[in-house]
């Protein structure tokens, strides 16, 4: 590359030719190879440089295609799903602080209610405890994920929340089997096969989920105690509860109250 | 401070909870950059996630070092991503050959192979002697020869220019002889 070359290459990038100069130096761009090679690596590393540029690359690229073909793979899929339940439960995290006092409402609110049955000596036997306990409206949502493939997974959600419970497993079961990585279709399923009364389906899910590295493993105990009580087991309940308190996982402050109304019984 | 490949394993294993960590260590910086560069929340978490699956798949392919803290790295590659989005629109009436982009993957995939690019120009630089290191970044960076003249004390704006000719040939060619540049740039 010449002296002169480089000045016309420097000229162009910085705007400096007219209209002539400009046709002419396209066209030398398709007549002379080392004259483009010179000019494509000069551009390149001009906008790659700027703040107010960007070097892109070619859709014809080789090694884009094969990028292309490992992202379209089930395994970075998944954790593209993934990335997304991060993000959404990480966008809710400072939500819940403002909303801290809710929840001192809802726990008082409990306080109050258990203080309440204790002060008229009713007898609450099991199931009521495990229908006070078990709210599912705040359950994860499948909608507006912003993926294509979650439709079979709103459909099930749709069943769940009608009470549907068999359609919705015939739905969460295999999604389970293909995508180990989705915390809430654990969730959705272990609850729907509690409710179904398959209580040995819906441990095995909640130990699968525990024993996970997902975010919502923790949760996996708190529905695993109320299997537990809905079966009468007690005692096994309290332990897993007591796990529950004692690591201060999800759900621990109702699982303090609901084990101090255990104890009292 | 944890192994950058913690962090690239724990992202191709798509484990949860190490996701959650990153979140936890970054999200906030590249929000805050975004947010200073004409962006708005959804930017950075488009940005952020994007990056994330850009460290993935190049993982994946072949697995590579990063010599800085994962977090380094990780902001490094955002806010060339986010440069990338805002260069976007001159790109369209640039190019020639615009292929329209079907999904985020089209986007992923070549943001790969240009944040490579980068790091190979960005390597020599670095190699350069401290003198052509110097005037290449200014160079590179618009600075008129004017300045280039009061900065470096010279006589004339024809012996900076010599100057630039020089450092920028050296440049070209280490980059050149380069293996790896065949794969990144057509020619």
């Known amino acids: 590359m010449s002296f002169e070359n480089d000045i016309l290459i420097d000229n162009y990038l910085r705007g400096l030719l007219n209209e002539d100069e400009i046709v002419s130096f396209k066209l030398r761009l398709k007549s002379d190879l080392e004259f483009k090679k010179s000019f494509l690596l000069e551009q390149a590393l001009w906008a790659s440089q700027s703040d107010t540029d960007w070097s892109f690359a070619n859709y014809t690229n080789d090694e884009v295609k094969t990028y292309k073909k490992l992202l379209e793979n089930d395994d970075l899929q998944n954790l593209k799903k993934t990335l997304n339940r991060v993000n959404a439960e990480f966008k809710e995290t400072p939500k819940k602080k403002t909303k801290l006092s809710f929840y001192y409402l809802a726990a008082a609110s409990i306080a109050i209610l258990i203080c309440l049955s204790i002060f008229l000596n009713q007898d609450q036997n099991n199931q009521h405890l495990v229908n006070d306990y078990l709210d599912t409206s705040n359950l994860p949502s499948f909608v507006s994920r912003g993926e294509t493939s979650t439709d079979d997974l709103i459909n099930a959600q749709q069943f769940f929340e009608n009470e549907e419970y068999q359609k919705s497993l015939d739905i969460f079961i295999p999604v389970i089997e293909t995508d180990k990585a989705n915390g809430p279709v654990y969730l959705y399923t272990g609850i729907a096969q509690m409710k179904l009364e398959q209580y040995v389906n819906a441990e095995t899910t909640f130990n699968k989920l525990i024993n996970s590295n997902l975010l919502d493993a923790q949760k996996g ?5 109320l299997l537990y009580l809905i079966q009468d087991k007690v005692e096994d309940s309290k332990a897993v509860l007591e796990t529950i308190v004692s690591n201060k996982y999800h759900n621990h402050l109702k699982a303090k109250a609901l084990l101090e109304t255990l104890n009292d019984d | 401070m944890k192994n950058p490949g913690y962090f690239l394993k724990g992202l191709i294993n798509n484990n949860e909870n190490t996701v959650k960590e990153i979140y936890e260590n970054s999200f906030n910086q590249v929000l805050g950059f975004v947010s ?27 697995p590579f070092e990063i010599k800085t803290s994962f977090e380094a790295y990780l902001f490094t590659v955002c806010k060339n991503l986010w440069r990338r989005e805002l260069n976007k629109s001159k790109r369209v009436v640039t190019n020639d050959y615009i292929i329209e982009l079907k999904d985020d993957n089209d986007d992923i995939a070549l943001s790969v192979l240009e944040q490579k690019r980068w790091e190979l120009f960005a390597e020599y630089f670095e190699r350069l002697s401290g003198n052509c290191n110097k005037i290449m970044k200014l160079f590179f960076k618009r600075v008129s020869y004017s300045e280039i003249v009061k900065i470096f004390d010279y006589n004339s704006e024809t012996v900076a220019r ?4 020089k450092c920028k040939a050296k440049l070209k060619e280490l980059i050149i002889s380069d293996e790896r540049f065949k794969d990144l740039l057509e020619l």
């Open chain 1, 221 to 225: 105990y708190w529905y695993k105690a």
């Open chain 2, 162 to 165: 010599q100057r630039v000719f």
């Open chain 2, 36 to 62: 200073n560069n004409r962006g708005q929340y959804v930017d950075a978490e488009d940005i952020f996630q994007k990056a994330l699956l850009q460290l993935a798949v190049r993982y994946k392919r072949e």
